[in-house]
């Protein structure tokens, strides 16, 4: 049983371009959230996804969005990159049926140049 | 506003002695709380969560932690370490409600485990 899957493992962009990362849900669960850890930090929210559609948001500027696909599977979209957007971005599914635990995948780390 | 203060942003201990890590939370109702561990160069793993049973929850690797609504704590215990729990920890609390809630996690602390 796959658990959380995200790609790629490694990036590195140039200030100003835009990014997107990707993230498979482990199997039987249909929420995603994202993370954004900063080095030496906790992950902050980013916001959450559930039927295809942004649920919950933290503190983070209209340049992050996202998206949901039928599948679960989602995205993470960046655009405008600062040097401040570099850091491990992380990807953590659940499931809805009762309150279950969310797990995490090893995550993306995005350095920006 | 929920938030997470782990005291100690590292904690160092020989092998074989107790682990204790401390976590404090700020809510208005008693949440759910989270202990994840994270190793070096990879993403976060569940140790054990509160959400409103037994007030002492036992996770893997042979961690526990004990919730205390009226210290508002939620510390992170293991008798006798290993040289293999040498990692970085993390205390999360979320809301209780309909479906995933978001997680609001503390600063971290790395525990560091010598010989």
């Known amino acids: 049983d796959a658990g959380v899957t995200q790609s790629p493992t490694h990036l590195i962009k140039t200030r100003g371009q835009q990014v997107t990362l990707r993230c498979s849900p482990k199997?039987?669960?249909?929420?995603v959230s994202w993370y954004q850890q900063a080095l030496g930090q906790g992950p902050q929210f980013i916001f959450q996804?559930?039927?295809?559609?942004?649920?919950q948001r933290g503190n983070f500027p209209d340049r992050f969005s996202g998206h949901q696909f039928p599948n679960y599977s989602s995205e993470l979209n960046v655009n405008a990159l600062l040097l401040g957007d570099s850091a491990l971005y992380l990807c953590?599914?659940?499931?809805?049926?009762?309150?279950?635990?969310?797990?995490f995948g090893d995550g993306t780390r995005l350095s920006i140049l | 506003a929920q938030s997470v203060t782990q005291l100690g942003s590292h904690v160092s201990v020989s092998e074989g002695a107790l682990v204790l890590l401390r976590c404090n939370y700020s809510?208005?109702?008693?949440?759910?709380l989270f202990w994840y561990v994270q190793y070096p160069n990879q993403g976060l793993q569940l140790l054990l969560k509160?959400?409103?049973?037994?007030?002492l929850v036992k996770g893997i690797n042979g961690f526990e932690a004990e919730f205390k609504k009226s210290e508002t704590s939620f510390h992170l215990t293991k008798p006798s370490a290993h040289m293999s729990d040498a990692a970085e920890y993390f205390c999360?609390?979320?809301?209780?409600?309909?479906?995933?809630?978001?997680?609001?996690f503390g600063q971290g602390t790395r525990l560091t485990i010598n010989p």
């Open positions: 953590a599914s659940s499931s809805t049926g009762g309150y279950q635990p969310q797990h």
């Open positions: 199997s039987g669960h249909d929420t």
């Open positions: 996804y559930y039927e295809e559609e942004e649920r």
């Open positions: 809510s208005s109702v008693p949440p759910y």
């Open positions: 509160y959400t409103s049973a037994a007030t």
């Open positions: 999360a609390v979320s809301d209780r409600g309909e479906g995933a809630q978001k997680l609001v």
